[in-house]
């Protein structure tokens, strides 16, 4: 365990790496390079060689790698021009918000779909069945700016049950208080996972049911509510861990979205806003940050898949 | 005897898209306290769905649709859901057949066996576990209370079937319904745990329904037997008397299927033609008649009724088996002319070997850590040597785990051994290059034990056939489809099958697809790993002897590869025995299975339950005899295997010198070789 443990964390790095090298050359292949991009399109040339002294882009580009990588192990994420704060800033205080939206996003989505999902199995082809299947096929095909849209004209503007924004805070203190404000968006994002987890529940549990142990535990005399907790949930599980786990990339690419939509001030907006604004220093960081969470999602998986089933032994 | 357990005219019916399968049709049946009453019949014949219908554990669609089952006094049928639950698990415990798919892969044995205490008797974690523990103990388990952390998937077959019926035990059930319980266990395995079934229904005063296919199993362990087909019961009695004066044809036709120790391996098994019925629309009249020789005009439109022949001997046949003029069963056997045994290895003169292995050896490298190094090795096949003569069948045996699989996919060059040689033709296969064995694989081919899974359910039969024809540049296109036809016909199946895809077929057929595939080249020498295990005992019959006449016919040569030691014994000349890896005894079939050498063989025949003789003993009831097992525990791990005599720890006649010494093999006979230090019988002093 400890050796598969260490040998994924090393594989996890070296995919790090990777990344790290394609997002440096990013840097590089900007037109005009990052002095052009931040000095603007009237920079004279003059300006933008200083810049490039000052910045250390004049020397060899992989003594820039170099420096790029030293600076990163150390943390500097480099500085935001727009915003005139240390990208490592932003982010300490934009990604526990995110994180916070994207959580609760994930657990609402478990804690809904998977249950569905059984109950889709137990009552197969009933009318309950059919109906959560359109549901989530509905919901899996709406693209998702759509769908806070339609969630802000229904409850925010018809029914006025609920705020049409999510809350607008620095902290996510400020985020923890206001709950009624991150029901919309939470929703949004938890309704295309909600879609695909019951799906796939519904599948697992479907092929579960009919495994000769379901069969010994109902030979055994147990009740039906002990069988399929105890016996059904675990089992079926199984593949759904692991695409839990890849789901992660989504919810990334849906709070990307989701904050837009309900402009809440987490990763997702400052990416898009970066990207308004051409604040590359802050999208290259939250692009690695982003592959960071891909390759921390499959290791999640795999690890939890390890100990949820004792037949797979890490190694 | 007070009775446990009386069902009677149960009806119960699976609807399904295409029609309602009236899978139990009127079956009653009764169950004495501490008895053993044995359900046999073919698949499809609804003995398990009959023991299902007592528990009502129906699949979707199944529902009782009549009749009565009581257990101990008390109606069953009438019971609602919830006091259905009561009993299931409590008054009736289930053993089903496969123990790594019917246990919970994610709980520990522990859990499973407690939770069932816990349901039915209300008692605390900590006392439902001591429970547990307890019976895991009654069923043999060593170090019981360390065992219970375990998964299942850290435990063998044997004890994974253990924990099964520890599990059904547990609440201590007037009723064990044992459905198939070791048919997915090796015979020296299964004996083991059929004796453990045995031996717990005498201490513990239980009635146990034993649902079986198998005809030796009932024959050795029951006390009442009921025949079942197409939903019925066709003839029940006590165990003796049912086996040496059966009266229904079908009884006969099925007890004649099966081969038999002493059978004559000259003639023809007697196989049922035909398919069983389909039962959302069975036949008018006897069930049986269109597959029955003995039928009559009367047969195919009344129903025939239960008769009463002595008390507790019943049967349901308007022409049954008459014994007045005292000659046994009038069933006759196609007697062939006397084979042509120039095959007889104690006539046959040395002729240059079709295949010839020599000191043949294949380990599988076991690694572990973060870098894969190598741990240990798996000593798969370690040093066999045998030759095979054009023409010749060698049956190879041994249990599950025993290399000889391995040892078959060596044989056509499916895998390159770790050292030695298999010579074809003169040629090394072990060292040929791909290009070089194309042209030997023709005469090398492969017949696989899973009808269902080794055909291709993509491709049309005609398409699988074709496929080693146009993969060998065999004939134009009007060449290989003509090959296929005929291919076809070889086999007994019409030219138009080449038309549709194998999941249309029935498991004989597509066994039949099979072995025409192998065919299709026409090779020297085909491996038939496990051929018939996957099928019922009248499909059996019909593959063996279509096996046997395309021997004799195309002077092919088998390597039979079975745990089955009764099919092997009727189609092989010799028979090989392996254990962990090693040959330990080869001989003449006759030899070996009459007069073992080795201590492992003679218990893998004594694990064999034989029918009794139906011609031999016509005094009716002997009760039939058996010992207690020759092996106990099982077949070791092959990664670290024993010193010495590789069989020495399970073996009762083990002496210090086995661990030190790996016995030879040496000469017994003629062609007879086995490697024993302490043997059963004396070798033959100066070797042949």
Redesign the interface.
Known sequence: MT??L??RTGQSFMVLLGVSVIVFALTHLLPGGPARAILGLRATPAAIAAFNHAHGYDKPLYLQYVSYLSSLVRGDLGFSYTQNQSVAALLAQDVPKSAYLSLLALAVAIIVGLPLGIAQAVRRNTVLDYTVTTGAFLGYSMPIFWLGLLLITWFAVDLSVLPPEAPQTATLGGALADPAGMVLPVAALAIVSIASFSRFMRSAAIENLA???I?????????ER?ILL??LL??AM?PIITLIGLSIPALVAGNLVVEQVFNYPGVGLLFFNSALRRDYPVEIALTLLGSALVVLGNLVADLAYGL????VRL? | MRSLLEVSDLRTDIRQRRGTVHAVDGVSLTLGEGQILGLVGESGSGKTMTGMSIVRLLPSGGRLVGGSVTLAGQELTTLDAHAMRRVRGNEIGVVFQDPMTSLNPTMTIGQQIAESVQCHRGVSRSAARARAAETLGLVGMPHATQRLDNYPHQLSGGMRQRVMIAMALACEPKLLIADEPTTALDATISEQVLELLDDLRTRLGMGILLITHDLGVIARYADQVAVMYAGRIVETGPVGLLFRRMRHRYTEALMAAVPRRDQDTGTDLYSIPGRPPDLSDPPPGCRFSPRCRFAQQDCRTLDPPLTIVTPGHQHACWHPVDYRDDTGPTLQLTERSARNRALDPQIRPLTTPLVEVRDLVKEYPVTAGVFHRRAGTLSAVAGVSFSLAPGETLGLVGESGCGKSTLGRLLVALEKPTSGSVIVGGQDITVASAHELRPIRRDLQLMFQDPYASLDPRMRVGAILREPLAIQRIGRRQDQDRRVGALLGQVGLPASAAQYYPHEFSGGQRQRIGLARALALEPKLVVADEPVSALDVSIQAQILNLMRELRERLGLSYLIISHDLAVVRYLADRIAVMYLGKLVEIGPATQVSEHPAHPYTEALLRAVPELPSPSGATDGATAVGRARPLVSGELPSAINPPSGCRFRTRCPRAQPLCAEVEPPLRPWGPHHLAACHFPLTQPASGGA
Do not use: I
């Open positions: 050796g598969y260490l040998r495994q000769d142990y069969r010994t535990a109902r030979a055994k005399g147990l009740p002990v105890r016996h675990r089992n199984l949820a089933d004792p037949r190694a």
